[in-house]
């Protein structure tokens, strides 16, 4: 029997990849004159198994609050946004927990990939902003929105259907949860969209789920949570709107999970930052990470946290010790403060350069997390000095 199921994943893996080249044949043949545009979004469930094959999504990718996740449209998933395959990512994440029940789309900026590689996004061969588009993205211009930008999401929510959007509008480069920048001073719209769905449409109740991507930058593995649905009244106001869009964000930064990571670096950047040596024993550092796990009890931590947390440790540290912030030794850990200590550039390169500062920004925005956090580091300077 076992036998006979895994013949049958492989025929169908076979068949989904066979679906997906082809159409990717024809889309290079429209990009060079011959023929039209392949559609793909009809062959969403092939793209699925395609992407999980070549993006490893079912071993880098865990769902936690599938009870909050809709299983009927019209929906407005609203997520944090600090990688550039979140809304992949994302999507993957909602067509898990709802089998395909219904289509998700996702906003993405029209200019995002401009002036990127050298062109090599935009060229004869390929348009990437295009080409995503056909996988589901509807553009929309940040700071100049047009009405032919809006009636779309407006339309997908009356068919009924979903989509992804990100509240804090720009994706965030030094790990905060919401990164503002460019003259941007507050949240997106998502109540606007869903009030403008709902207008006239007494029968229409459009669902606001928060969910929120954690990456854990030891292990490259996402888990993606999905937070209880809210709902906009029929009636509200535009001041009712705005302040379920702010209650939004705070909806969203609770979703954040806690994993070793955070807690090591958090520990590493205060003991650097009060000058407190640069030496810190393994066995001193992972009873500090004990401890302050321990003391965020209503925090969602990683099961990895909880079950393996000394390896957990030991890949914490390798990747620091990557970015030459740290150096192991035996069972000692040596600090390097002014790596540590650093602000790279709010560019790319922020959680490559310094991913110590990086894991600490993921969970700056949670008072409960960072006070747990400061008394561990307290508990291993003691420890370490004894």
Not at 26 to 36: K, T
Not at 142 to 167: D, H, N, T
Not at 297 to 325: K, M, S, V, W, Y
């Amino acid at each position: 029997m076992r036998a006979v199921s895994k013949i049958y994943i492989q025929m169908r893996e076979l068949r989904a990849w066979s679906i997906v080249v082809w159409r990717l044949v024809r889309y290079l043949g429209y990009r060079m004159g011959v023929g039209a545009r392949p559609r793909f979004l009809d062959i969403y469930p092939e793209l699925i198994v395609f992407f999980d094959r070549i993006l490893r999504w079912p071993a880098r990718l865990r769902v936690e609050g599938a009870e909050n996740c809709p299983r009927t449209a019209p929906a407005v998933f609203a997520g944090n946004h600090f990688a550039k395959d979140d809304p992949f990512m994302m999507y993957r994440a909602v067509h898990r927990v709802c089998e395909g029940a219904y289509p998700v789309r996702y906003m993405m900026r029209d200019d995002f990939f401009i002036g990127l590689a050298g062109g090599i996004m935009k060229s004869r061969l390929i348009d990437v902003d295009e080409l995503l588009e056909m996988l589901g993205a509807l553009p929309i211009s940040r700071g100049r929105v047009q009405l032919s930008q809006i009636k779309p999401f407006i339309a997908i929510l009356r068919e009924p259907a979903a989509f992804i959007m990100y509240p804090g509008r720009s994706r965030s480069r030094t790990g905060v949860f919401i990164e503002y920048r460019d003259g941007i001073d507050e949240p997106g719209g998502v109540t606007f969209l869903v009030a403008q769905a709902q207008r006239n449409r007494p029968d229409l109740r459009v669902a606001i789920v928060p969910m929120a991507r954690t990456l854990d930058l030891a292990t490259m593995k996402s888990v993606v949570v999905f937070g209880g649905p809210v709902y906009l009244p029929h009636d509200a106001d535009r001041a009712a709107q705005r302040e379920l869009d702010f209650h939004l964000i705070g909806l969203m930064g609770d979703l954040v999970e806690i994993n070793v990571t955070h807690a090591a670096a958090g520990i590493i950047y205060l003991h650097c930052l009060h000058a407190r040596g640069g030496l810190l024993e393994f066995d001193a550092l992972d009873a500090a990470v004990a401890h302050a796990l321990e003391r965020m009890p209503r925090r969602r931590i990683g099961p990895a946290a909880r079950n393996d947390r000394r390896a957990q440790l030991e890949a914490t540290l390798d990747h620091f010790a990557a970015a030459q912030l740290v150096a192991r030794n035996g069972g000692a850990v040596t600090l390097f403060p002014g790596a540590v200590l650093a602000s790279p550039p709010h560019d790319t390169t922020y959680r490559a350069l310094n991913p110590v500062k990086y894991a600490v920004n993921q969970v700056l925005h949670l008072p409960d997390v960072i006070d747990a956090i400061e008394d561990a580091a307290r508990a291993c300077v003691v420890s370490a000095s004894e």
